[in-house]
């Protein structure tokens, strides 16, 4: 008499729920990115057998984007030739116009079809879409400026909250950004007048321009490419509101003209350069430098700021 088989009493899991911690297992394993391409594509299509393409274009982006620096760079230099010849392009530029990648991995992919000569439009956003308004000012001595990003934080768009960025056209800063403000949620009637109106009552004349989002995301961008070639990191509270940043202003819609920021600068710019604080601790104890008429620079006391 045969004997009945035992039921297995492990779980019954998929080959794709177990994709994730195969392809974690390949890329910390010292050594394996520096294998042959030709190794590291037999690996890769072992572990990626019988998977539809669609379901483990996901979860390869996100481990690759998880990854450490060193792995990533050699991934990203191998991987689009891989899924070239594994005809991934077609599910690539659909899960980017679909929207269905959050914005490293979609950054990441667009690289990747930009390498096969391909443009993926992506769609708007849900936090784009809740994009309010936005406001630039500037004194008249084109001294100080500002640009303010609000955005809706109901369903009923009824209250808003914000991001503010001050910018300084003076020396070291010459248009770079100098500090960032955090608005509070507020109702829209509240956040005008706490946050913009104020400036009517400035004591230095100040030309408000509200703009719409595309002309925000290129005049910020232009800001801080400014923090760039003046080598002035970003300010710390903007680092600390790095989530704020990549969901409601990153995510902002792009002319055909704008420039690229994708969040790899963003966290380049947090880590180089000269502190923001240190220069703002040295105009608030020593001295501010200005821009001359004739562009020469001139170091104004501190105390002379002190006594107006």
């Given amino acids: 008499m045969s004997k009945k088989k035992k039921p297995s009493r492990g779980p019954n899991l998929s080959p794709l729920s177990l994709l994730r911690p195969r392809l974690d297992g390949l890329f910390k394993n010292p050594g394996w990115a520096e294998r042959a391409a030709s190794a590291i594509y037999a690996d890769l299509a072992t572990i990626t057998k019988d998977l539809a393409t669609e379901d483990y274009l996901p979860i390869l982006l996100k481990a690759v984007n998880d990854t450490e620096v060193p792995t990533r760079d050699r991934l990203a230099e191998l991987l689009p030739a891989w899924l070239q010849q594994m005809n991934g392009v077609d599910a690539l530029t659909a899960l980017i116009t ?5 914005i490293q991995e ?10 096969w000569g391909v443009e993926a439009v992506v769609p708007m956003s849900d936090h784009a879409a809740n994009f309010h308004a936005a406001y630039y000012g500037a004194d008249e001595l084109d001294s100080q400026g500002f640009l303010y ?4 934080t109901n369903r009923q768009q009824t209250r808003v909250r914000g991001m503010g960025f001050l910018i300084d056209f003076n020396p070291p800063w010459d248009g770079a950004m100098k500090d960032t403000l955090l608005f509070p949620q507020r109702s829209l009637q509240e956040a005008h007048r706490q946050f913009v109106a104020i400036w009517d009552a400035h004591d230095m004349p100040v030309n408000v321009e509200k703009v719409d989002a595309v002309t925000a995301k290129q005049r910020l ?44 600068d963003f966290d380049e710019l947090s880590q180089l350069g000269q502190r923001s604080e240190s220069i703002m601790q040295f105009e608030q104890t020593v001295g501010r430098w200005v821009r001359m008429e004739d562009g020469k620079k001139m170091l104004v006391s501190a105390d002379m700021f002190e006594e107006e």
Wanted: proline residues 5%; glycine residues 4%.
């Fill in 98 to 102: 679909q929207g269905n990648l959050p």
């Fill in 106 to 115: 979609r950054e990441m992919a667009a690289l990747w079809l930009q390498q």
């Fill in 149 to 152: 990003i609000f955005w809706y």
């Fill in 221 to 264: 961008i232009t800001i801080l490419e400014r923090n760039r070639t003046q080598e002035i990191r970003l300010h710390q509270d903007l680092i600390g509101a790095r989530d704020l940043f990549i969901k409601h202003i990153l995510t902002l819609p792009d002319a055909p003209d704008t420039s690229l920021f994708s969040i790899a």
